[in-house]
């Protein structure tokens, strides 16, 4: 059977040691990180990611603020949030939950944000500074993501790492993390709707994640035996047997897959808990002005 890569874990470990770090700037006199989540709407999912957040931030010893608006609040009236939030000093770093309702446009919101203070690191200054190797905030599921590699010992670099998906928030980071030469140093391909015989680039893989979106797409036929597998699908599938009337499903046909990877992460419980751990760790260095001054 394959090395399993246990995110919790890893996450519940990277967490007690960032407490351990607040404990020490505490003692010394420095103010605790304090991050702000701001919510818009009702939406289960958005509700559960930014309650986790909440949770993480007491784990780390944080403080934290949620702020909370209907889902029909005005363009207008969520920047003017962004901005007060922005010029609060007692706020280290913030994000706005996506996504966000229809009549409101995500890319303004984002680069309202004072990059500064963009813990989740989907700001274009963030996102141009890790493309050309400067330091910065990262998004936080493929630095959890490269951070369990690197956790579990699996080499990277000379590797050829596939990406499948490309989105601004995983795909994309993901292939930019796994390119620079201070990060994952491999060869990197990038997998999309247009891609022609996605199997035979898959196979290829020594490193392969799937950031699709599509409940068990990557069957055992694209894996390359020994290759690392990483999931980072999570969707909802109707499931009666659980109380909640769902469970969570990954990218990879797990059962399957497992057998012949030498490495993989299981849904739930791989990248999932690395995501928001990681925000954590983004959130620390905003607190200790790590990337900005
Ligand atoms: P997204 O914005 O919907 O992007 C999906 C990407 O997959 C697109 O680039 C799309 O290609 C590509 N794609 C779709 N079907 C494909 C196919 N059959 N073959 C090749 N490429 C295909 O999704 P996302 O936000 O990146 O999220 C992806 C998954 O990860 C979702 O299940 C999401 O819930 C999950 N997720 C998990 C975490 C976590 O912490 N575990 C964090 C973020 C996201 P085109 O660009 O050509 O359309």
């Known amino acids: ?127 141009g500074r890790l493309a050309i190797g400067l330091p910065c905030f990262i998004s936080a599921t493929p630095l959890g993501i490269l951070t369990l590699l690197r956790r579990y010992g699996i080499e990277t670099a000379g590797k050829h790492c596939v990406v499948v998906g490309r989105s601004n928030i995983v795909g994309k980071p993901m292939v930019q993390l796994m390119l620079q030469k201070e990060h994952g140093n491999a060869t990197v391909t990038c997998i999309h709707s247009y891609t022609q015989d996605v199997a035979a680039e898959c196979r290829k893989a020594d490193i392969l994640i799937a950031a699709i979106g599509r409940p068990g797409y990557i069957t055992a036929d694209m894996v390359k035996p020994g290759a690392t597998v990483i999931d980072v699908g999570t969707t909802r599938v109707p499931d009666n047997s659980r109380p909640s009337g769902f469970r969570l499903s990954g990218d990879v046909d797990f059962n399957t897959v497992a057998p012949i990877a030498g490495a993989i992460t299981p849904v739930p419980g791989g990248v999932g808990p690395m995501t928001i751990c990681m925000l954590m760790l983004n959130t620390l260095a905003a607190g200790k002005k790590t990337y900005y001054r």
Request: charged share 30%.
């Open 1 to 127: 059977m394959p090395l399993l890569i246990d995110g919790k874990a890893t996450a519940a470990q990277i967490k007690s040691e960032i407490a351990q770090e607040v404990a020490t700037l505490v003692a010394e006199g420095r103010k605790r990180p304090h991050l702000a989540a701001v919510l818009v709407g009702n939406d289960g999912g958005s509700e559960t990611y930014v309650k986790n957040k909440v949770l993480a931030c007491e784990a780390c010893g944080f403080e934290s603020t949620l702020i909370r608006f209907e889902d029909t609040v005005s363009e207008t009236e969520l920047l003017a949030k962004i901005d007060e939030l922005n010029r609060d000093e007692n706020i280290d770093g913030f994000i706005v939950q996506l996504p966000l309702p229809r009549h409101i446009d995500t890319d303004k919101v984002i680069e309202a944000i004072d990059h500064r203070k963009d813990v989740d690191g989907f700001h274009p200054i963030n996102v």
